[in-house]
């Protein structure tokens, strides 16, 4: 579009609707009291292992095997993915988590969420088939996989306004069975699922735990009584500090990175 000599040409497009809810998640989750931290783990075997992919075999990505070990080690911390209810904490059992994954939406590329239902009864197979099938999924839908129960009330509420869209998401946050059904109870966000970059990553969502999975760097690093060239994966956890204390959350960090370590289920 044409415009004056100080303005320059310019075009204007539409504000996506996945950022407007985006932003009022920002501004509601800015109410609650987080704890973030910053880790790094040696993901050198594991990497190893998605790297010698036998011909003719299907090996699950970076993202899905992290996806696996996240809903391990909260399967056995279920501390740290409960909700609050009033003075009572509500505990679950299933570990079900939301991840973002850019679709075709109106002919675009937007990233749009998804719940994969207990993730942690499901295999690596499984996990690695439903996203990748999800990413082929072009719906007008803000949310995917909406006929598989994940929430579909996001395209609704934006025909209300921000006070209002930000009021319901407030009391969908306090009540721990709807915020489950809608969002589920942990969230996993990757740079690598969209692109190439180096760094950390700063998570931001309403669930009890959020975990953003940052880049992996070559770097040395003592093993036993040698300096060898590992893979060391960043990594950001935020906790609700109203459900969970520091210790169980350490333990859930401790039981994280053995795992990882390990390359659990590789």
Known sequence: MPGDET???????????????????LQVTGRKLWVAGLIEIDVTLAS???????????????????????????????????ARRGRKLIVFDD??????????????????PYVIRKTNEKSLEEIGEEIETLKTETTDELVLGKRRGAAGAGRYL???????????????????????KMGGTV????????????????PVGTLPLSVAIGSTTRKPGVVGDAIEIRDYLNITLQFDHEVVDGAPAARFISRLVELMEEAYGL
């Open 7 to 25: 303005v320059g040409n310019y075009s204007e497009t539409r504000v996506p609707d996945t950022r407007l809810l985006g932003n009022d998640m």
């Open 48 to 82: 190893r292992a998605l790297a010698s992919k036998a011909p003719g075999t299907r090996q699950p990505s970076f993202t899905t095997w992290a996806i696996k070990c996240i809903s391990q080690a909260a399967s056995e911390h279920p501390e740290v993915h409960s």
């Open 95 to 112: 570990v079900d988590v939301t991840v973002v994954i850019e679709s075709e939406r109106r002919g675009k590329k937007v990233p749009r």
């Open 158 to 180: 934006l025909f209300l306004p921000a006070f209002a869209r930000r009021w319901i998401l407030r009391v969908a946050g306090r009540r721990p069975f709807l915020m489950k």
């Open 187 to 202: 969230v996993v966000t990757s740079l690598g699922m969209f692109g190439r970059a180096r760094g950390w990553a700063l």
